[in-house]
Nanobody
Framework: QVQLVESGGGLVQAGGSLRLSCAAS????????MGWFRQAPGKEREFVAG????????SYADSLKGRFTISRNNDENSVYLQMNSLKPEDTAIYYC??????????????????WGQGTQVTVSS
């Protein structure tokens, strides 16, 4: 079992930055691909960013490339999401998730077994 806890969300003005953290416990995530997803009111959960087990490759939603950066520190059993140049449309609950399959990377929520409780990000105009 893996427990994931997100932190770092909050209220920020447009153009500002936030750094989200995801702390894992219960079982190491060293060999798991990890992802960040978000869900805005009235919308479906969408892929934000993903990172392979060793941090060698990353993937981003097309609209977020150049603004968001995913990283991980396996020694700390943690994953991070640096968000820059934030826009009001980035407002959502952000979730950290773990894919326990030793298989190709996925951007589908259906393929992630463990999820955090989410952290709220609100960007004001």
């Amino acid at each position: 079992q893996v427990q994931l806890v997100e932190s770092g969300g909050g209220l920020v003005q447009a153009g500002g930055s936030l750094r989200l953290s995801c702390a894992a416990s219960g079982r190491t995530i060293t060999r798991y691909n990890m992802g960040w997803f978000r869900q805005a009111p009235g919308k479906e959960r969408e892929f934000v960013a993903g990172i392979t087990w060793n941090g060698g490759r990353t993937s981003y939603a097309d609209s977020l490339k150049g603004r968001f950066t995913i990283s991980r520190n396996n020694d700390e059993n943690s994953v991070y999401l640096q968000m820059n140049s934030l826009k009001p449309e980035d407002t959502a609950i952000y979730y950290c998730a773990a894919d326990t399959r030793w298989i190709s990377y996925s951007d589908s929520p259906r393929d992630y077994e463990y999820w955090g409780q989410g952290t709220q990000v609100t960007v004001s105009s």
